[in-house]
């Protein structure tokens, strides 16, 4: 995903000789894995001539938004306070620029909820 989402070409033998050969991954798991990602919506694909071109359906931020969606709703069974609490205990550790990135989005959403939707 990451070379997908970097611009990198999807086709499978493209994606193998930038990522596979030096980590001594065959090309036949490189295409089952592209087919894999692409039949759980990861990937969208064309046919071009012999082989299927793949590129990312949607941008590393969707992903990971989803991702942790998932996370909240499944494993914590709507316990958003200790998601909350955890979520910020990580983000200050991750350093004061993100705490304040954090507050800036939150402020950013109170002035949404305020307006109302339109």
Do not use: C
Request: hydrophobic residues 35%.
């Amino acid at each position: 995903m990451n070379h997908l989402w970097s611009g990198g070409d999807g086709e499978a033998k493209a994606v193998h000789a930038a990522l596979g050969k030096r980590r001594g991954i065959t090309l036949n798991t490189i295409q089952s894995t592209l087919k894999r990602l692409f039949e759980k919506g990861l990937l969208e694909r064309d046919k071009v001539s012999h082989a299927h071109v793949y590129r990312a359906r949607g941008s590393r931020e969707d992903f990971h938004r989803g991702l942790l969606g998932e996370l909240v709703g499944e494993l914590m069974h709507g316990q958003a306070e200790a998601v909350v609490s955890a979520f910020v205990d990580l983000t200050e550790r991750a350093g004061p620029e993100h705490l304040e990135r954090l507050e800036a989005l939150v402020a950013e959403r109170r002035r949404k909820l305020e307006r109302g939707p339109r």
